[in-house]
Each structure stands twice: as structure tokens, then as C-alpha cells.
T-cell receptor
Framework: KAGVTQTPRYLIKTRGQQVTLSCSPI?????VSWYQQTPGQGLQFLFE???????NKGNFPGRFSGRQFSNSRSEMNVSTLELGDSALYLC?????????????FGPGTRLTVL | SQKIEQNSEALNIQEGKTATLTCNYT??????LQWYRQDPGRGPVFLLL?????KEKRKERLKVTFDTTLKQSLFHITASQPADSATYLC?????????????FGAGTRLAVHP
């Protein structure tokens, strides 16, 4: 099976712009979670989607939003970019099995805001 | 709020020795705890999951213990190799209703020297 894919891998934007990141989960996985990783804050949960519905949301401002399509692919959008939004954005798709929920992470999108 | 602590300092050990990493948590009673490995510029890779009713779990050279009284998990790598050098993250489930929401520690960087 192909792993989680994220596009683009690298992105450079300027303050005030908006950006859309894409994530394709592993085939058959219906849950997609998004995380932000920075050196100072580590990995922080953004939100999670399942069957096109947002089920859970982290403590991020409304500038951060997402959606999921019927094929389970997900996008996240950040509007009015700030310098502090520079980070590695990771998505993870989840399978629930006998051992519990295991998250499979993509390679991430490195966003730099200038 | 939930808090997870991992040794912020890097752990340096000699090849062949056992590496032991610590994860402590407060203000929380997770249903399970997971350990991930992350290499620079890549997404975390799932290693092991241990449930609250399990004391120990093993996978090849890896061993995880979970002490819910001490609110601590220990992660051991036996017969360590330079290829084990990476950052290791522990993560707790987000609780009831926290669908596929993981709360991560800051991670401990492990360096195995030949």
C-alpha cells in the first residue's frame, strides 16, 4: 500500500497570504488528522476529519481550517499567514485495529513564511 | 491541562548498550500511550502502543513499560545501533471524544555512537 502523501513538500509564502496544503491518506483509511510541528512547541494537534466531518479540533485560531473530501483526501488552509505559522505541517491517517489506533504520518509540508 | 515531559537533553550512548528513554505525564489518565520515531525532515513513524491495562510490551529490540501509578512510560532499545539515532516521541491519546487526537511530548534525541 502506498503511504500517506502530502503536497507540496516545501512552500514559501509571505505574511498576509493564504496557503492550502493537501493530504492523501492510505487507501482505506477514513480518518485524517493534522498537526503542526515547530522547534518551540513540538507537535500540536490541529484537527481531525472522518467521513468529511470534523470530529475534533485543537487550540488554533480560526485562520486554520480544513476539510475532507468523499475520497478521504484532506486539505488544510491557513489564511492571513503570520511569521509564526512557519512550521512543518504533518497529516496522519489512522487505522483502528486490535492494537488500538495507529497513526501513519506523511512526510510533511515545510511552510516558510517571510 | 495534560502535560507530557520527556528528557529535553540528548541521550548519547555507545553502540551495543541499552538506551532508556522516559516519558512522564500529569493531569491525565490515558487509555493508551504510543512511541514514535522521527528522523530529521520526516514525519513520525509509529513504533509501539501500550494500553493502560498492560505493564509491558516488546517488539524485537524495543520494550515499553507503562506504570499508571507513577504516570510514567519507559522506552528501551537493547543492543543499540547507530541506525537507532533519531528523536523519539511519546504520545498519549486525547481522551474520550478525542478522536485520533494525540498529545505529543517534545521528544528525546538519541545518538548512538560506534
Amino acid at each position: 500500500k502506498a503511504g500517506v502523501t502530502q503536497t507540496p513538500r516545501y512552500l514559501i509564502k509571505t505574511r498576509g497570504q493564504q496557503v492550502t496544503l493537501s493530504c492523501s491518506p492510505i487507501s482505506g483509511h477514513r480518518s485524517v488528522s493534522w498537526y503542526q510541528q515547530t522547534p518551540g512547541q513540538g507537535l500540536q494537534f490541529l484537527f481531525e476529519y472522518f467521513s468529511e466531518t470534523q470530529r475534533n479540533k485543537g487550540n488554533f485560531p480560526g485562520r486554520f481550517s480544513g476539510r475532507q473530501f468523499s475520497n478521504s483526501r484532506s486539505e488544510m488552509n491557513v489564511s492571513t499567514l503570520e511569521l509564526g505559522d512557519s512550521a512543518l505541517y504533518l497529516c496522519a491517517s489512522t487505522v483502528t485495529g486490535a492494537a488500538g489506533d495507529t497513526q501513519y504520518f506523511g512526510p510533511g509540508t515545510r511552510l516558510t513564511v517571510l | 491541562s495534560q502535560k507530557i515531559e520527556q528528557n529535553s537533553e540528548a541521550l548519547n550512548i555507545q553502540e551495543g548498550k541499552t538506551a532508556t528513554l522516559t516519558c512522564n505525564y500529569t493531569n491525565y489518565s490515558p487509555a493508551y500511550l504510543q512511541w514514535y520515531r522521527q528522523d530529521p525532515g520526516r514525519g513520525p513513524v509509529f513504533l509501539l502502543l501500550i494500553r493502560e491495562n498492560e505493564k509491558e510490551k516488546r517488539k524485537e529490540r524495543l520494550k515499553v513499560t507503562f506504570d499508571t501509578t507513577l504516570k510514567q512510560s519507559l522506552f528501551h532499545i537493547t543492543a543499540s545501533q547507530p541506525a537507532d539515532s533519531a528523536t523519539y516521541l511519546c504520545a498519549l491519546d486525547g481522551g474520550s471524544g478525542g478522536y485520533n487526537k494525540l498529545i505529543f511530548g517534545a521528544g528525546t534525541r538519541l545518538a548512538v555512537h560506534p
